[in-house]
């Protein structure tokens, strides 16, 4: 339908951004890694950084009590007799001394060289001495944290693994939701009116790729409606046209002869042919035709019908093929095709005929670069080397009558081999491939630009 093919050439004015392209599942996986890691290594540092004060909190209180009976002991005997207990020993942190000359019992932690701590605590004698008491830390709190730090860094790689797994499940399940979407709504541009994004996403479980079913199908909804209703405004007017245009043309014939009366005719023929070629074109929108099929010789078929048309276009039978197809609508499109390179292009005008394919071709200016990239559109006759006259409505009735057919045409500018694109065609190609088998479907075959 011409809805479907309007939406392709509309998604081709838009052509995909160039950049890498990545899967959403990676995308998710990535994602999910990331934030575990993040979580992983702040956790770990939160977790290790706490245990280690615990362990110092617990061994600085050991280490007060400690003094506190290295104190008792003294003043009770006069002697040192506790182990590690020192009077004003010269090692003591200076901090450390100076709380214990302002008389106030304390503990301290230093850090040696390869980063264990050492814990001092001291306190002041009543003979104006400082006792004080030094200790590492011990090997079992040591073998502790690096045990709950190798604990840690297992956990995280186990929490890392484990979100990038999570992250490929949902990320492939969301991946094919929205990929089943796309082909669906491929289909549906393709001219499948009856598929339902929504019905092709299928599943139980409902989130965002359904919201965006249904907006795509509500969407395409409105715009087969628009373009139907398109299509019966167009039709109707170009039906009710077709009288009074046909009264007008009779009128004509009946007036004197002259110059006056040939220019009313030609204008008259000319709007005549103008609202059958509307009026088949609303046909063909409609996707209601249906091929009458027969068997021909395909290359004497078009050789008789050229020369009928135009005697002086070449035709060239590489290889005669039996086809099955519809005689009537083959003959309008390769009618179509020679009339638009009579009036566009310029002699002389070669027709090839080669199993199944038939070629066009005439050694004008070349196809407008708007029909290669998007095909043939409706009141559009291209650029103004190969426009001028016309309504644009040949090309676009050839590829409907086409796709009846179940047949492919494409279109293609002939360039010397290397040559830029700035360089001017040396004459256009419209080739016109018949299917392998009888069409059985209307509008099952779209019709694809040159490539």
Not at 18 to 34: E, F, H, V
Not at 165 to 188: C, D, M, P, T, Y
Not at 198 to 207: E, P
Not at 227 to 233: G, Q, S
């Amino acid at each position: 339908m011409r809805g479907m093919a309007e939406l392709r050439r509309r998604c081709a004015r838009h052509p995909e951004r160039p950049g890498i392209r990545t899967g959403l599942r990676w995308k998710l996986s990535a994602a999910i890694a990331l934030v575990g890691a993040l979580v992983a290594v702040v956790l770990s540092l939160v977790v290790h950084n706490a245990a280690r004060m615990s362990m110092l909190d617990n061994a600085r209180d050991l280490a007060d009590e400690r003094i506190v009976i290295a104190q008792r002991n003294y003043e009770l005997s006069g002697r040192t007799n506790f182990p590690n207990a020192r009077i004003d020993d010269p090692d003591l942190p200076a901090d450390l001394r100076r709380k214990a000359e302002a008389g106030r019992r304390a503990t301290y932690v230093t850090d040696r060289a390869n980063g264990v701590p050492d814990i001092w605590a001291a306190v002041p004698l009543k003979d104006g001495h400082v006792m004080s008491l030094h200790t590492g830390f011990t090997d079992r709190s040591s073998d502790i944290l690096k045990d709950l730090d190798q604990a840690l860094v297992i956990g995280s790689i186990a929490v890392v693994l484990g979100g990038s797994a999570l992250g490929v499940l949902i990320g492939g399940h969301l991946s094919r939701r929205l990929r089943k979407a796309a082909a669906a709504a491929n289909r549906v541009a393709g001219g499948e009116t009856e598929v339902r994004v929504r019905d092709a996403l299928g599943g139980v479980v409902r989130d965002e790729t359904d919201d965006l079913a249904s907006a795509v199908d509500a969407m395409a909804d409105a715009l087969r409606q628009r373009l139907e209703a398109e299509r019966r405004v167009t039709a109707d007017i170009a039906h009710e046209l077709r009288t009074p245009v046909t009264g007008l043309l009779t009128a004509a014939e009946l007036l004197p002869p002259g110059r006056p009366t040939e220019l009313v005719l030609d204008r008259a023929k000319a709007m005549r042919t103008l609202v059958e070629d509307v009026l088949e074109v609303a046909r063909l929108d409609s996707a209601s035709e249906r091929a009458e099929l027969q068997d021909i010789m395909l290359g004497e078929f078009v050789a008789r019908r050229v020369a009928a048309k135009d005697p002086d276009a070449k035709v060239r039978v590489v290889h005669e093929s039996e086809v099955t197809t519809d005689p009537r609508r083959l003959e309008r499109v390769l009618f179509n095709l020679l009339a638009n390179a009579a009036r566009h292009g310029r002699p002389p005008i070669e027709v090839t005929v080669e199993g199944r394919v038939v070629r066009v071709r005439d050694h004008g200016p070349g196809f407008p670069g708007d029909l290669l990239a998007e095909g043939p559109s409706r009141f559009r006759t291209g650029s103004k080397d190969r426009a001028g006259r016309g309504h644009g409505l040949g090309l676009t009735i050839a590829a409907g009558q086409a796709r009846v057919l179940g047949a492919r045409l494409t279109f293609r500018n002939v360039r010397a081999p290397g040559a830029p694109e700035e360089v001017p065609a040396e004459g256009a190609v419209a080739v016109l491939w018949l299917p392998e088998h009888a069409p059985t479907n209307t509008g099952s075959f779209p019709m694809l630009p040159a490539q």
